[in-house]
């Protein structure tokens, strides 16, 4: 069952989180809540982004510009991570001669 | 049994604000499990980082701690979620959807890794982005071109290739040769080399088409009596029949003796444009033969030609 934070709650969960600083983040797409009547709704995947968002403009003082580029990079490296992960697992239910025969082109090409 | 903090950041305990900052800043970014995904202990080494540097960042919280009054521990916060634990959960809707859940929905490996390239590709960024084309102009001396050879290119890194012209090849055709261009940044394809061929004209051979189109000069009395004369194709000379009482421009037909044709492997004809030329010196007999001729035989070639004008 996956909980959800109304907008008040979300600022209060994360330190360093301002109203100014959120509106900035759902604008430019970086936190995408789930629209519901009562406003948007944030769950631990958006509130987990929210905190890394906060990091990357307080502690590192990116500004908007920099998070967008930095956000999109993440997501594409996640995006790569989940086709390799995905192979991964498709390979492991190959037989032990098909993942031999691809684990050795892989260590060579990685060479 | 937790560090120092000023022993986590590598600082000491006379470090300013702004050190306290530059020096999170500078681990933060190295240990930041969501900036380092793959490092399974960032999480506890950026947890230790920042925990330090909450105590350490607030004048008041690092008064207190350098008092004695907290210790270490103090800044001890609930366990943080990171962005990189949600990432490969079900139905992340920040993952990016390009196209290929279409090749996993096939199942095919080949499909998903040739879906991945050609977005890579045509990104142009990604690590597979075949390498650039290059372009060449080669000049092609015109019997080159019309035969077919083989040519010497020198491609722009000083590498020398040879080139196989095609029998026929025409002016601005493009050459490929494959892989021959850049070398792709990480291991995608090579780039082609595109190489346009530039043809030379030659004072004897024309082209048209498939054909070839030359002007043979000959002489009054092979015009008035016929003759064999010698005639030169791309593929060298032959004996030609000057059928008696030809003019000038009357043009004859060589079948076969043309280039190869794009398609199928009929070749074009050379057709052969006679024109008429004066001996280089009008001798006595000539000349009287011709006064002679010319009382008795007069004829006008140009009857049609002057009614047709008006």
Redesign the interface.
């Known amino acids: 069952m996956t909980r959800y934070l109304t907008e008040d709650d979300a600022l209060a969960a994360i330190a360093g989180l301002t109203q100014a600083r959120r509106t900035t983040f759902l604008a430019s797409r970086a936190v995408?809540p789930v629209q519901s009547d009562d406003g948007p709704l944030f769950c631990?995947?958006d509130?987990?982004?929210l905190?890394?968002l906060c990091?990357l403009s307080n502690?590192?003082?990116l500004d908007d510009p920099a998070i967008a580029i930095?956000m999109s990079l993440?997501?594409?490296?996640?995006?790569a991570?989940?086709?390799l992960?995905?192979?991964a697992m498709?390979l492991a239910n190959e037989s032990e001669a098909v993942r031999e025969r691809v684990g050795a082109a892989l260590s060579a090409?990685l060479r | 049994m937790r560090l120092e903090p000023y022993d986590v950041l590598g600082l000491s305990s006379a470090a300013t604000a702004a050190e306290i900052k530059q020096a999170?800043?500078k681990l933060?970014?190295a240990h930041?499990p969501?900036?380092h995904?793959?490092d399974a202990k960032a999480e506890t080494t950026f947890k230790d980082i920042s925990a330090a540097?909450d105590l350490l960042k607030d004048a008041a919280t690092r008064a207190r701690f350098d008092a004695g009054e907290i210790d270490s521990l103090g800044a001890e916060k609930p366990p943080?979620?990171?962005?990189?634990?949600?990432?490969?959960?079900t139905g992340?809707?920040?993952?990016?959807q390009?196209g290929?859940r279409a090749g996993?929905a096939s199942g095919d490996?080949g499909d998903?890794f040739a879906e991945?390239l050609r977005q890579r590709g045509e990104d142009g960024q990604g690590f597979a982005a075949p390498g650039r084309d290059l372009r060449f102009t080669l000049n092609v001396p015109f019997l080159d071109a019309a035969r077919g050879a083989e040519m010497r290119v020198t491609l722009g890194d000083g590498g020398d290739v040879a080139v196989r012209i095609p029998p026929g090849a025409e002016d601005g055709q493009v050459l490929r040769l494959r892989g021959m261009g850049r070398a792709s940044q990480r291991?995608g394809v090579s780039g082609d080399a595109l190489i346009t061929l530039s043809l030379q004209a030659n004072p004897v051979f024309r082209r048209d088409g498939a054909d070839i189109l030359i002007t043979l000069p000959i002489s009054i009395d092979e015009a008035i009596l016929g003759a064999k004369v010698r005639a030169p194709t791309i593929s060298g000379p032959v004996s030609l029949t000057i059928p008696a009482g030809t003019s000038s421009g009357r043009v004859l037909r060589l079948r076969g003796r043309g280039m190869a044709k794009a398609i199928g492997s009929e070749k074009g004809d050379q057709r052969v444009e006679l024109r008429i030329v004066a001996p280089p010196k009008i001798d006595a007999a000539l000349s009287d033969f011709m006064t002679n001729w010319r009382r008795t035989h007069s004829h006008d070639p140009r009857t049609t030609t002057l009614s047709g004008a008006t």
Not at chain 2, 80 to 89: E, K, L, M, N, V
Not at chain 2, 92 to 96: D, G, H, L, Q, V
């Open positions: 995408v631990q995947i509130l987990a982004r905190r890394l990091d502690d590192f003082d930095v993440i997501d594409q490296l996640h995006g991570r989940f086709v992960q995905s192979l498709a090409a | 999170y800043r933060a970014r930041h969501d900036l995904p793959n540097y943080r979620q990171y962005y990189r634990d949600f990432s490969d959960a992340n809707a920040y993952r990016p390009p290929y996993f490996p998903i991945m291991g």
